[in-house]
């Protein structure tokens, strides 16, 4: 006799909730979400499609595999998977949960998922994010990012809060926590580029100010290796 597990057909998506590191593509081109657990060596865009990470040939999720995507039913379980020494720089993740699903007590496994929103977490100085920069470590092609405001970038390849949500399309919306605010609507700004503010952007007060955090940071890191490398022209004599 074949166990057969009870069918449910939803009128809406379920909503759920994970945590993942934010990644940049090598190039820079592309933006998405590295799993903490199962899966972790395979990036993820907004929209995706699970796939068995055992190799196998079924399609996920499968009654008597791990495979497939998981999240928890509850926002605050989700939040406390950040507490641990080595999910501190994970964002918060709200998702719908699309194709067949498998319920659990805690959550669902399935087979696709849109995330919607991610909130990132502050700075590991407790200051409110304002970008997420090169974490110092990655997969094959891609840069994991953390969370880091605007006097702690140093340099860093980075990309303003809007920016990553700009490369991760799709309707993403990224909020820093710790009440910040909504998510930005701005160009991203990396190592080598600037922000193009304008009215038709459309930008509130929190937006432009969280921008111009990030150049001010850009603009003394600058300043700093200018004063390192000296006066220009030092040594040459003078000019008849």
């Known amino acids: ?42 990036p993820y ?9 055992y190799g196998l040939r079924h399609r996920a999720p499968h009654r008597r595999c791990d495979c497939g995507f998981h999240c928890v039913h509850d926002r605050a379980t989700a939040e406390a998977m950040l507490c641990t020494a080595e999910h501190r720089t994970a964002v918060l993740l709200e998702v719908t949960v699309l194709g067949a699903y498998i319920r659990f007590e805690r959550g669902f496994r399935y087979a696709r998922q849109r995330v919607r929103t991610a909130t990132v977490g502050p700075c ?8 997420l920069a090169d974490a110092g470590w990655g997969r094959p092609g891609w840069l994991a990012l953390a969370p880091r405001c605007a006097g702690c970038l140093r340099g860093r390849t980075s990309l303003s809060l809007a920016g990553f949500a700009r490369l991760a399309g799709q309707g993403l919306r990224v909020v820093a926590g710790a009440g910040a605010g909504a998510g930005l609507a701005a160009p991203g700004l990396g190592a080598a580029e600037a922000p193009g503010l304008g009215a038709a952007d459309g930008f509130g007060v929190p937006e432009l100010v969280a921008e111009a955090a990030l150049l001010q940071a850009r603009l003394d890191w600058f300043q700093a290796q200018l004063a390192r490398l000296g006066p220009s022209g030092s040594g040459g004599g003078e000019k008849g």
């Open 1 to 42: 006799m074949r166990l057969r597990l009870p069918e449910e057909r939803p009128t809406e998506p379920p909503t759920g909730y994970k945590i993942a590191h934010p990644v940049l593509s090598q190039d820079g081109t592309r933006a998405g979400f590295t799993g903490v657990s199962l899966g972790g060596a395979l």
């Open 45 to 53: 865009g907004v929209v995706a499609d699970a796939s068995c990470v």
């Open 124 to 131: 590991a100085c407790g200051t409110v994010a304002a970008a």
